[in-house]
């Protein structure tokens, strides 16, 4: 196995092999693993606090914390991203729709509401219309 890591490693690079891993992971439901692959993946992107990398690994730490009922906690991890400079409507739609989901199912409808407006605000053509379904239900 470790020679597999290893090659793939060389060919995708260390952060790709780590987020295919952790997404891949996550899909089987090994959470704790998936999350033990995301923060390596924080570790390994410290430097650049703004990389692509860093955004996944909070996406993927997000989404686990919420999957596991931890709202309160996923709304945590979700707002780093938010802190973050440059990036996409894409990315700031989507993380503020995860938020307000978050806020949804901890009963804070006033901050659900405020988080989904924002996901509207952001959004670009690539905002699912399964969100604004989900949007029109509060």
Known sequence: MQQFVTSIEKEMGEITTLNTFAEFLGLMGEDVKAEEYYKKMLCTSNKNTNSDQTVKAYKGLGRIAFNNGDYQK????FQK??????????????????????????????????????????????????????????
């Not at 605000?121 to 690539?126: L, N, Q, Y």
């Open 81 to 138: 991203i938010l802190v973050l400079n440059n990036q996409s409507l894409t990315i700031l739609s989507d993380v503020n729709f995860r938020i307000g989901q978050s806020y949804k199912y901890l009963e804070d409808y006033n901050r659900c509401l405020t988080y989904y407006t924002k996901a509207l605000a952001d959004r670009t053509s690539s905002l699912l219309p399964m969100r604004y379904i989900e949007i029109s239900r509060i």
């Open 74 to 77: 996923s709304i945590e991890i």
